[in-house]
């Protein structure tokens, strides 16, 4: 697709639900990265991953998140026995090149997954 | 621990104003400074990028200014429009590694008629 695509748009979880969150980026794109925005805050870094590799996960809050993206392409974000504290939108962006030292590379963001924890 | 604080939260500017948005920040690692545009329902998208060693960029009606030795940088709309109301963030990223952006707190700038 033309751009990067996150479903659902919006969730809403009881306390203790699983969900699952899915990212489609630009075809192609090598980098991968799911950020976490709380209302009126800038986005949080979560993890990343080049191609199917998981190179970073130093964001995630618990053991309750875990992020995948076996085939190199579509990611899944999950979140088991959620809590209200994970309401939040989830951003997924992605871009062409892995390692980029020029700064020239562009980060496309997904519209989010907005997540309310009732 | 926020590595990269912005002000002010909130702006109110008329039409044919210049809006000003500051962004400090602490790491001296970082090596790209850019700026994301965030409209309602949207996720952000890049606005204009500045490296540390320029100390100005000007993109149409937008300008950073970067000052190295007080690590900090501003955005500048000029003849700010209706249009521009959305919410800004400043950011940076480390060299040497892959493109994790550090993101500021936002400002939501309101442009009225």
């Known amino acids: 697709g033309a751009g990067v695509s996150q479903s659902p748009r919006y969730k809403v979880a009881k306390r203790g639900q699983d969900v699952a969150l899915r990212c489609d980026p630009i075809?192609?794109?090598?980098?991968l990265f799911w950020y976490q925005q709380a209302l009126g805050q800038g986005p949080e870094f979560l993890t990343y991953?080049?191609?199917?590799?998981?190179?970073?996960k130093s964001g995630l809050p618990s053991d309750r998140f875990f992020a995948e993206r076996p085939e190199g392409s579509v990611s899944t974000l999950k979140i088991q026995r959620t809590q209200q504290e994970d309401s939040a939108v989830y951003l997924c962006?992605?871009?062409?090149?892995?390692?980029?030292?020029?700064?020239?590379?562009?980060?496309?963001f997904g519209a989010g997954s907005r997540l309310t924890v009732l | 621990q926020q590595q990269v604080k912005q002000s002010p939260q909130s702006l109110i500017v008329q039409k044919g104003g210049i809006s000003i948005i500051n962004c400090a920040y602490e790491n001296t690692a970082f090596d790209y400074f850019p700026w994301y545009q965030q409209f309602p329902g949207k996720g952000p998208a890049l606005l204009i990028a500045i490296r540390p060693d320029v100390s100005e960029k000007k993109e149409g009606r937008f300008t950073i200014s970067f000052n190295k030795s007080a690590k900090q940088f501003s955005l500048h709309i000029m003849d700010s429009q209706p249009g521009d109301s959305a919410t800004y963030f400043c950011?940076?990223?480390?060299?040497?590694?892959?493109?994790?952006?550090?993101f500021g707190t936002g400002t939501k700038l309101q442009v009225i008629p």
């Open positions: 075809s192609g794109h090598v980098s």
């Open positions: 950011a940076a990223r480390r060299s040497g590694g892959y493109q994790k952006v550090t």
């Open positions: 991953f080049q191609n199917e590799a998981q190179l970073d």
């Open positions: 962006a992605s871009s062409s090149t892995g390692l980029d030292l020029s700064g020239a590379n562009v980060l496309t």
